[in-house]
């Protein structure tokens, strides 16, 4: 092994750097001694392969490291017996001709030559680019020594030179040693060190490594452009190691996974990583989770937020919520159609083990309450009316004429109170629900699908559980009397809307029953329209999406008018029932949540020149008041024209419903009432706010579908609209007819309220909720 041409102090920092390494069993090759870039081009160094040699160059570093060192020590000795460091500080003042180091802004260091002063402390400098402009003192970061009347047109050569000798792996040499005579170093003394020399160009490259070094020293003190630095304890230097290796191993990680991600993006729709996939390995589960999080604004702490934005920013892409979503979107995790607003509520959508069991042996053990005190009316034509898609039928239907021509109804309501009890597992995750959750793609039902669908629901031509509400009626339409009763039923029908339209349509006399069911239902409407209510009925949309997970799923678009007679039979009768519960609760004194609404200032014929539907409808609810609720006594409810309303008719569905049931089933007993007027109130209170939580997201999904629907029409395509109402100028409110949405466009001259038009579909994109409609 030969060494010539080379400082002697600068050797013996490289040899030594060689020897710890063979030491610790590395396989050695001259990029060890140089790095990156080689700051010792005249030195020859041969190694061999043979043990015994590889031990005689180990011997000959042992045998010259001591004198090294010996000189090292000296060098630093000398290099501190100068002036004090404080005196040379002191002294750094900016001249013209200075080469200088300054900050242009957060991310970039330039050199520059002084020019002249500009003002009283300012500075004007040229740059490496050839810039000249005006700079502060404190953007200065340091000033090259010894070097007067430099030439700005020799920056570039300069800055190229010193990075031949940059490289970081020297500076734990010279951090040992230092370290060992714990003296404080300024730049010009590392270069010394390092190189054997201060002059110019070392100096600066010696400060490059100081600057932007992190492991090995840090500043001492520091005052105008230059610093004095001293060497880092060795616990600190091996804790920063470690944590620069655990980091390093999570860039590579990091790296993987957004290699994973690219990789994914780029495959067709049929090969991209199913979302399960994502989900197996816990590093790529929390990443992908963390995109999530971001997508939806829903990060649980400032870490996962910024690891999604080194993501995205990894990705190409800007940090954004957006990006975010059509990056999950791209890659697979989110179908094209994902319901954000569904992720970001957080709402519980899924049964726990506990319920699931629990519900298999409620299935197969459960006792009714009121077995002994139930009525047989399973002889009775009864006729349970529903949506197509309906899961839960929670309510039927029968009717008689009377020997004196009078009407008698039945409203049969489903009995889940008979076997459900209060504050039992199936009660606490049904009040923590609130509420079915249904949308176009999904339904999430209050209680698990097998308890809801098979014992809870009313079963055609099976012996069904129920409470049934009897009323004759008055010929206008007042109640005459009424009962409430736990009974036993047999429907005998499942009609779709549809389906009982075209019964009455048909008037068959076999069907009588339907067709009085539907006289009785128009005795009530007249009835009530006569106590003040407000027709609020208009035409809406009920939109059902198969294969939802597709890119392109199947929309099936219902547009139903509420005053067809088959709807208006349905709504009516359940009304009915309402207004009977909150009359019984109140001659026996029960607590229940008795719902009203004050009944406006404005006058309901003011309207009256209105057309019937989405028009006057729509501005009817325009005056409406805010509900209010009493869990005392029956409050009026004065849009609907009724002196008291109890939801009762979906216990399956709604859990105010239940309560309602829980208690009359109580008093009907003769047991002790359930809750209490404070307690309703308590639990009311907090479901109220989920069930208008669900609501919203309810419509803003149909909403969504229907825009949906409306980007996938032909070019052209005409749709009928009516003007609901002006919002100014030529700018109106249209209801497309045929879809069941509104929104906003211009129309021409002329144009007056009720006026139906043609409109085309400029835009329609879901995701942005944009809709433009042109008048044609």
Not at 42 to 54: A, G, H, K, L, Y
Not at 461 to 485: F, K, R, W
Not at 755 to 772: K, S
Request: charged share 25%; proline share 5%; with cysteine.
């Amino acid at each position: 092994m030969t060494i010539s041409g080379c400082s002697f102090v600068r050797s013996a920092f490289c040899f030594n750097h060689v020897r710890r390494y063979i030491r610790r069993g590395g396989n050695y090759s001259p990029k060890l001694i140089y790095g990156r870039n080689s700051f010792m081009p005249t030195c020859c160094v041969r190694f061999f392969s043979v043990p015994t040699q590889i031990d005689s160059v180990i011997q000959e570093l042992d045998l010259t490291l001591s004198e090294k060192k010996v000189r090292a020590g000296s060098r630093l000795g000398f290099l501190n017996n100068k002036e004090p460091i404080q005196n040379q500080l002191e002294k750094q003042t900016l001249e013209k001709g200075l080469l200088l180091e300054f900050r242009k802004d957060a991310e970039r260091l330039l050199l520059a030559v002084a020019q002249k002063p500009d003002g009283k402390k300012n500075w004007m400098v040229c740059d490496q680019n050839g810039v000249v402009c005006s700079i502060k003192p404190q953007q200065v970061t340091y000033i090259v020594p010894g070097i007067f009347d430099f030439d700005h047109t020799l920056i570039a050569d300069f800055y190229l030179k010193t990075q031949q000798l940059l490289d970081p792996d020297i500076l734990e040499c010279a951090w040992e040693e230092i370290l060992k005579s714990k003296k404080a170093v300024t730049a010009a003394d590392l270069a010394k060190i390092l190189y054997g020399s201060d002059e110019s160009f070392r100096s600066y490259c010696a400060h490059l490594l100081l600057s932007k070094d992190e492991i090995y020293f840090t500043v001492a003190e520091g005052k105008g452009s230059y610093c004095l630095y001293e060497a880092r304890p060795l616990v600190q230097v091996e804790q920063i190691r470690m944590r620069k290796r655990v980091k390093e191993a999570y860039e590579k990680e990091l790296d993987k996974f957004v290699k994973l991600l690219m990789f994914a993006k780029a495959s067709d729709h049929c090969s991209k990583p199913h979302k399960s996939s994502w989900l197996l390995e816990d590093k790529i589960h929390g990443r992908i989770k963390a995109l999530e999080n971001y997508a939806i604004d829903y990060c649980k702490n400032a870490e996962e937020k910024k690891l999604a934005g080194k993501i995205l920013r990894a990705m190409g892409l800007s940090r954004t919520s957006t990006a975010a979503v059509n990056l999950l979107i791209d890659v697979g995790y989110f179908p094209v159609h994902v319901n954000l607003d569904l992720l970001k509520l957080n709402l519980h959508t899924v049964f726990s083990d506990e319920i699931l069991l629990a519900s298999e042996d409620l299935l197969s053990n459960s006792y009714d309450l009121d077995e002994l005190n139930r009525k047989d009316l399973s002889f009775m034509k009864v006729y349970a009316i529903d949506v197509d898609e309906a899961d839960e039928l929670d309510d039927a239907l029968s009717a008689m004429r009377l020997h004196d021509g009078r009407i008698k109804v039945w409203i049969h309501i489903a009995d889940p109170a008979c076997f459900i009890q209060p504050e039992t597992i199936f009660d606490r995750e049904a009040r923590r629900r609130g509420t079915s959750i249904f949308l176009p793609t999904v339904t999430y039902p209050m209680f698990p699908d097998k308890l809801a669908m098979e014992k809870m629901s009313l079963q055609q031509g099976e012996l069904c559980n129920a409470v049934s509400v009897s009323v004759t009626l008055e010929p206008d339409g007042s109640i005459s009397d009424y009962a409430i009763e736990n009974s036993v039923i047999r429907p005998t029908y499942m009609l779709t809307y549809e389906n009982a339209a075209d019964l009455l349509l048909l008037n068959l006399e076999e069907e009588s029953e339907l067709n009085i069911l539907s006289e009785a239902a128009s005795l009530r409407l007249q009835w009530r329209l006569q106590q003040g209510a407000l027709d609020t009925t208009t035409i809406a949309p009920r939109i059902k999406v198969s294969n939802p997970n597709d890119p392109e799923p199947g929309i099936n678009l219902y547009v139903e008018n509420q005053t067809s007679p088959a709807m208006r039979l349905v709504t009516e009768m359940m009304l009915l029932c309402g207004e009977v519960v909150a009359t019984f609760g109140l001659c026996n004194s029960i607590p229940l949540p008795y719902r009203g609404q004050p009944q406006s200032n404005i006058p309901a014929s003011m309207f009256a020149h209105l057309p019937e539907g989405p028009v006057r409808s729509a501005a009817s609810v325009k005056i409406l008041r805010a509900a209010e609720i009493d869990f005392r006594k029956p409050i009026r409810h004065g849009v609907l024209g009724l002196p008291g309303y109890v939801q009762f008719s979906s216990p399956i569905r709604r859990y105010p419903d239940l309560l309602a049931h829980y208690q009359v089933k109580a008093f009907l007993r003769g047991e002790s009432l359930p809750f209490s007027s404070s307690q309703l109130e308590g639990i009311t209170s907090f479901i109220n706010v989920h069930t208008r939580t669900v609501r919203k997201l309810s419509n803003i999904n149909t909403r969504y579908w229907l825009l949906e629907f409306l980007r996938r029409q032909p070019k052209g395509k005409k749709f009928r609209a009516v003007i609901i109402r002006f919002i100014k100028d030529r700018v109106v409110e249209l209801f497309l007819v045929e879809v069941g949405i509104q929104d906003s466009a211009s129309v021409s001259l002329g144009k007056q309220v009720g006026d139906e038009i043609q409109v085309e579909i400029e835009e329609a994109h879901p995701r942005d909720d944009v809709l433009t409609l042109k008048e044609v």
